[in-house]
T-cell receptor, first 113, second 112 residues
Framework: QQQVKQSPQSLIVQKGGISIINCAYE??????FPWYQQFPGKGPALLIA?????SEKKEGRFTISFNKSAKQFSLHIMDSQPGDSATYFC????????????FGKGTKLTVNP | NAGVTQTPKFQVLKTGQSMTLQCAQD?????MSWYRQDPGMGLRLIHY???????DQGEVPNGYNVSRSTTEDFPLRLLSAAPSQTSVYFC???????????FGPGTRLTVL
């Protein structure tokens, strides 16, 4: 049973374009939704996170949009750069912090120059 | 600060062998966890600990043991390695109740 469904599996975007990755969940007890970025051969690193009491959070070129009623959240990368090429994971937890994170299956983003 | 460190980086085992993957953190984090990452599967939680002497099972605990005798260290033991345990293993740590979980660089394990 996959608790967090992530799409698409892979994404190719031109430099300067907008990258959009979507996640959906079923468990309404989830109360913390982070996104992780992973470069090849490295461990994942926290990119940005949101709690369900806000509908949007922006940090630089990265924005999380959160739709509580639809049980969906998405990552938008504005002005995508080749250096953004990585695998992105959405995650969720009921623990309020980072404990017992449930991850989506990941999206491999390629930004062409 | 070294952050989260993992050893070894690479390991090849034969079926039935046992080994311990080491994980250490120097941030005084209460929470530590082990994940495995397989292609197309994301990261799946194996075991976690909320403090020294306290461990619990995650989503995929079978075939793995953990213990936490100190705040800093959280080793993962494979009791009798199987080819299905071929994976990349990540250790992570964080303060309890706070957002950022820090991951180590990973151990790539191959079981023949």
């Amino acid at each position: 049973q996959q608790q967090v469904k992530q799409s698409p599996q892979s994404l190719i975007v031109q430099k300067g374009g907008i990258s959009i990755i979507n996640c959906a969940y079923e468990n309404t007890a989830f109360d913390y939704f982070p996104w992780y970025q992973q470069f090849p051969g490295k461990g994942p690193a926290l990119l940005i996170a949101i709690r369900p009491d806000v509908s949007e959070k922006k940090e630089g070129r990265f924005t999380i949009s959160f739709n509580k009623s639809a049980k969906q959240f998405s990552l938008h990368i504005m002005d995508s750069q080749p250096g953004d090429s990585a695998t992105y994971f959405c995650a969720a937890t009921t623990q309020g912090g980072s404990e017992k994170l449930v991850f989506g299956k990941g999206t491999k983003l390629t930004v062409n120059p | 600060n070294a952050g989260v460190t993992q050893t070894p980086k690479f390991q090849v085992l034969k079926t039935g062998q046992s080994m311990t993957l080491q994980c250490a953190q120097d941030m005084n984090h209460e929470y530590m966890s082990w994940y495995r990452q397989d292609p197309g599967m994301g990261l799946r939680l194996i075991h976690y600990s909320v403090g020294a002497g306290i461990t619990d099972q995650g989503e995929v605990p079978n075939g793995y043991n953990v213990s936490r005798s100190t705040t800093e260290d959280f080793p993962l033991r494979l009791l009798s390695a199987a080819p299905s345990q071929t994976s990349v293993y990540f250790c992570a740590s964080s303060y309890l109740g706070l957002g950022t979980q820090y991951f180590g660089p990973g151990t790539r394990l191959t079981v023949l």
